[in-house]
């Protein structure tokens, strides 16, 4: 079975995330510029509390993580995983984000914040 690429990832996400578009587009091809858009992206979700759009995220980072090939799976365990920011403060409590990411996906956060 073929991988899942970078190209296939742009198209996806653009459909489900329109808003996305023109700052992905701005980062000129290079992948860890536009998985930080999209981590930022996220990050702002979680900060907003909308749950349906981070899960929306997560899945479509799942779904590219578990099928993408090499790079694109690298790109989304230190470019997009490892930056999502789920301690809780005074201002904000994000542990229902936590709740929200798949397990394979929490493992990786966990290997690089707790080795």
Known sequence: MTKLHRSEWLTEI???MPELRDALNAEQGLLAFEMGV???????K??????????RCFALAL??????N?????????CYIEDLDFRVSKRTDPSW???LLPPALQTLHQAFHNP
């Open 14 to 16: 653009k459909a489900v």
């Open 38 to 44: 999209f981590t930022r992206f996220t990050q702002q």
């Open 46 to 55: 979680i900060a907003q509390n909308d749950h349906d759009t981070v899960e």
């Open 63 to 68: 779904k590219y993580y578990e099928g993408g």
């Open 70 to 78: 090499t790079r694109l799976r690298d790109a989304i365990d230190t």
């Open 97 to 99: 984000a936590w709740d």
